[in-house]
């Protein structure tokens, strides 16, 4: 019988709502990944309402929390590290030192940091020394980084001025580590008004996507932790990389179409979870070059 894979998600937790492990957790279990949620932070709902209540886990426990499973001889069955949403560059360095101490135990387990400082249009940000550490420090680390185009403009210092130029930012990206560069939403000059576009870089080859843009009276939040989630997912379960492209667009898109059907806010992510694990629209990659 094939192993389920095992993948600590290290991301914030909303206790109303779904944003970080809150969107990322329950799909990725749906489509058959056992997962060990620890959460960065327990806020009462997403920060784009504008107010909320919870706390910041202090950084130590993360290596704490890491060092509790070794001592009872599970750390090796961890297959993947996700990190999304950080409260402090300290707990980046603490979710580094955690990595390190799974690789150390099974040096087959992936790393996939999700660079989250934010989006243009929801205006959201991080502080420098947070986007500082994810390019200085856990780009180097990275076996997969995640960035949204707000992301890899700051981790390229400037905006791009082409489709071309995006893959050439996301391309000086991997230079600095990662195997594989996922570009969950791309911004630039001459994009077409109606689509959604993803890219996929890895050192040998390069893949465009495209997704139907839908209209939201009110961008909804999660989507970007719902994109990495799954495409790490997929990859544990044994999907090529181009596969887990495709397979998280069609996710992504059917729980997208569900929110918009129940003109809700929030991610309807109960509701779609068969279409989640059995998407019925599909999207091609299309290898792309310089
Ligand atoms: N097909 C789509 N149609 C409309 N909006 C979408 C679509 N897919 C994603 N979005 C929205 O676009 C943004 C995706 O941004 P992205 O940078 O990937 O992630 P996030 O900001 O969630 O980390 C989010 O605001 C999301 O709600
Ligand atoms: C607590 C929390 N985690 C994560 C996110 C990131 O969500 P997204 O996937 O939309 O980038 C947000 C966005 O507001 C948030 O408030
Ligand atoms: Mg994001």
């Known amino acids: 019988m094939k192993r389920t894979p095992h993948l600590l998600a290290i991301q914030s937790h909303v206790v109303f709502g779904h944003a970080g492990n809150s969107a990322a957790v329950f799909p990725m279990q749906r489509v058959g990944v056992n997962v060990w949620p620890l959460n960065t932070v327990q806020f009462s709902n997403h920060t784009q309402y504008g107010q909320w209540a919870g706390e910041i886990l202090p950084p130590h426990q993360i290596p704490e929390l890491v060092e509790g ?3 009872i001889g599970e750390l090796g069955n ?47 940000s991080v502080p420098a020394e947070v986007s500082d550490f994810l390019l200085e ?11 949204n185009q707000l992301e890899l403009d700051s981790f390229s210092g400037r905006k791009p001025q082409s489709l071309c130029d995006c893959l050439a930012m996301a391309r000086a990206l991997l230079a600095r580590g990662p195997k594989a560069v996922l570009v969950k939403h791309l911004d630039y000059p001459g994009k077409p008004d109606d689509v959604f576009e993803m890219l996929l870089v890895t050192a040998t080859e390069s893949w465009h996507l495209r997704r139907p843009l839908l209209a939201f009276p009110r961008q909804p939040v999660g989507v ?51 279409r989640i694990a059995h998407p019925r629209v599909r999207f091609e990659a299309m290898p792309i070059s310089l």
């Open 224 to 274: 970007g932790d719902l994109t990495s989630g799954l495409f790490l997912a997929r990859v544990l379960l044994g999907d090529t990389l181009v596969a887990a492209f495709e397979f998280t667009a069609a996710a992504v898109h059917e729980v997208l179409l569900e929110t918009q059907a129940c003109a809700s806010y929030e991610l309807e992510l109960v509701r779609s979870q068969d």
């Open 69 to 71: 499973i070794a001592a």
């Open 78 to 124: 961890c297959d993947a590290v996700l990190s999304g949403y950080l409260g402090s560059a300290a707990q980046g360095r603490a979710i580094l030192t955690g990595v390190a101490r799974i690789k150390s135990i099974n040096p087959k387990a992936l790393y996939l940091c999700d660079p989250v400082m934010g989006h243009p249009e929801k205006g959201c």
């Open 137 to 147: 420090e856990a780009a180097a680390v990275a076996d997969f980084m995640c960035p």
